[in-house]
């Protein structure tokens, strides 16, 4: 009887631990996108455009 319960106790652990790591990189994947998309629809104009003209230079694309 222990032998089962115990067996029965490391099968849900391990369905537990599984789901977890399913979903925990599909949470955070959508927590940074909402903060990118919420920071970008915030930030003033200015602040958007330097940023990008910053990223075009970061990977040597000539934007001037």
Known sequence: MLQS???STT???????????????AFLAAFL???LIWGVGFAGPQVIHNAAHDG??????PCH
Do not use: E, I, K, N
């Open 11 to 25: 099968r849900s652990t391990q369905a537990a631990v599984g789901r977890t790591a399913a979903v925990l990189p």
């Open 33 to 35: 996108g909402v903060m």
């Open 5 to 7: 319960d115990l067996s």
């Open 56 to 61: 075009r230079h970061a990977h040597a694309f």
